[in-house]
């Protein structure tokens, strides 16, 4: 039976303590990552989760304080990435001229990384009913921490409550920092009967969009069509405007500072109008009933 699958992002309430908590468990795991992601480098098992288990879990466990199911999950945090490299090397291969002047390409692998996966961003993978999961009916989280377990309440949209009904499966979390606040964002799955089935087959597209910085949006249709909108261009002109904006500052007149404030609202401007055209050409792309 297919299923359907859907990320809550939980705005998590922390006491100081928890924050503090959390602060030092996501920076372990962070360094965690990025010491196992060098060893797989340096050994060629990019992607295997036992050999990197059965190589260095006591030295996760004991090097970094984690506890055994963080110090598992860094192990598949760090294969997961290096999946997603390769992947991303797959689809951009090397191009060259040979000798006669034709163009070329060769598929590129992990073998062709210059250097490791790096982590840059404090993080944890929780794994669901180990690392996290729900009480007193759902109202607090309970959210495991390098010492004790931390129990706080959390913000969700009404729109999240039909998740907490118990039809769909919560997965493996992933605990995070933004300007301040903590969020874990948590994927939900649930199987589709033929009831729900008949009512999407009502429907004249499905299509699902994800938004991006190297592409402005990706999407896929009900019949496996995938369509890329670049964003290169976009991110030339951006950095066109950060190097103006650079320049400015460095002088620090009244006059640059005028300037810095009408290429704030030119640029917001443009970029307003990009997402304005990029919406309008996948409303007429797909058309009434997606």
């Not at 769909?168 to 009831?195: C, M, N, Q």
């Not at 950095?239 to 009244?254: I, P, W, Y």
């Amino acid at each position: 039976m297919p299923t359907i699958a859907i990320t809550m992002k939980l705005h998590l309430r922390p006491s100081e303590e928890d924050v503090l908590a959390f602060g030092v468990m996501s920076k372990a795991y962070m360094e965690a990552c990025n010491f196992v992601a060098q060893y797989a480098f340096d050994n060629g098992c990019f992607l295997s989760v036992l050999k990197l288990h059965k190589a260095l879990y006591q030295t996760v466990r004991s090097q970094f304080g984690l506890k055994a199911q963080l110090a598992a999950s860094v192990f598949r945090t760090v294969v997961a990435r290096y999946k997603a490299v390769r992947e991303q090397l797959w689809q951009r291969p090397f191009r060259y001229k040979d000798e006669n002047g034709e163009r070329q390409s060769i598929t590129r692998d992990l073998n062709w990384l210059q250097h490791p996966v790096q982590f840059h961003r404090p993080q944890a993978d929780l794994v669901r009913n180990r690392d996290y999961s729900f009480a007193q009916k759902g109202n607090k989280i309970s959210v495991n921490t390098l010492g004790k377990r931390a129990i706080m309440s959390y913000d969700a949209p009404e729109c999240f409550a039909g998740f907490f009904d118990g039809s769909w499966t919560f997965g493996t979390g992933k605990l995070v920092s933004l300007l301040g606040e903590w969020y874990l964002h948590i994927p939900a799955t649930r199987e589709v009967d033929d009831a729900t089935l008949a009512e999407l087959d009502s429907y004249a597209h499905i299509v699902g969009i994800d938004r991006g910085i190297r592409f402005l949006s990706v999407s896929y249709d009900e019949k496996g069509k995938t369509s890329f909108v670049s964003g290169r261009e976009i991110m030339e002109n951006r950095q066109s405007f950060a190097d103006v904006r650079v320049e400015l500052q460095s002088r620090g007149t009244k006059s640059a500072k005028r300037a810095l404030k009408r290429i704030s609202g030119r640029e917001n401007r443009w970029m307003r109008d990009v997402n304005h055209c990029l919406t309008k050409a996948l409303v007429s792309e797909y058309g009434a009933g997606t």
